[in-house]
């Protein structure tokens, strides 16, 4: 699969060489070459909606989908380990570990899992800001961004046009840091980022599960990274038993989760 990356090398040749052999296919320049690559990846590649698509007409040729979906999110899971860049995974660790501020954005279907995220790192990392619930006033929440913040983008296709929008006006005029949890690496968000990771799509059908995956992987490894992580999670523990605000299962949670970080 073509990414940004690979493109911006100029596919590994030279600039003057990669020139010349697009203008012999008549490219005049080379924007217009990898818009076209662009727009043959998205129109090639089936989208989220055919996902769905196809998972309805896959249950109704079974009784129960129950045992054909956890299958499929276990090959989900295991994909993602496969696929996923150690290398960039530290660097996007790093970036939010180093945050002064993190923002999170994600719209559309992604919407749900940059709450998600922001609210299960709630417990560990300070100075959360979440933009996902006003997109119409994320243009101006950026103007509170500043040196050393970290713009948290989930997009998950079919990308919102909003989101990619904002992330180029910010990489342009924000002094900032971007990171990305997206699904495909023709996705046009990531060439505007410092770091992001590929939550690989499911092959038969739609599913949150790979950007799960990253997200709770992240969660953990943040918490171990910071020192007072511990000491806020049962903080906010010790809050909720006292004030009855949740049920012994939703504190039984806690205390797992603070077991994982300890470890």
């Not at 596919?11 to 320049?29: H, P, T």
């Not at 309805?56 to 380990?81: A, P, Q, T």
């Not at 994320?138 to 983008?153: A, N, T």
Request: aromatic share 10%; charged share 25%.
């Amino acid at each position: 699969m073509l990414s940004y990356r690979l493109l911006n090398l100029g596919f590994y040749m030279c600039q003057r060489e990669f020139s010349e052999r697009i203008e012999k296919i008549g490219y005049k320049k080379y924007p217009q070459f990898k818009n076209d690559i662009i727009k043959y990846v998205f129109n090639n590649k089936k989208n989220t909606w055919w996902h769905l698509k196809k998972s309805s007409e896959d249950m109704d040729e079974v009784d129960h989908s129950l045992g054909k979906v956890g299958k499929s999110s276990i090959e989900d899971i295991e994909s993602v380990l496969r696929e996923v860049d150690s290398k960039e995974y530290e660097t996007f660790l790093n970036v939010l570990l180093e945050a002064e501020k993190v923002h999170f954005l994600g719209m559309r279907t992604s919407k749900s899992l940059a709450l998600y995220f922001e609210m299960m790192l709630g417990g560990i990392l300070d100075n959360l800001n979440q933009l996902s619930l006003n997109s119409d006033f994320i243009y101006d929440e950026s103007l509170k961004f500043k040196e050393g913040d970290v713009l948290m983008i989930i997009a998950l296709s079919p990308y919102a046009k909003q989101t990619i929008d904002f992330v180029k006006y910010c990489r342009k005029q924000m002094n900032i840091n971007i990171v990305v949890i997206t699904d495909l690496e023709s996705s046009p968000i990531i060439e505007d980022s410092d770091a992001y990771l590929i939550a690989v799509q499911s092959k038969n059908r739609y599913s949150i599960i790979p950007a799960l995956t990253l997200m709770e992987s992240l969660i953990i490894d943040l918490g171990k990274n910071q020192p007072n992580s511990v000491e806020k999670i049962s903080r906010l523990n010790q809050i909720h038993r006292e004030n009855d605000i949740t049920t012994l299962l939703d504190q039984l949670k806690l205390i797992c989760i603070l077991q994982i970080i300890s470890k």
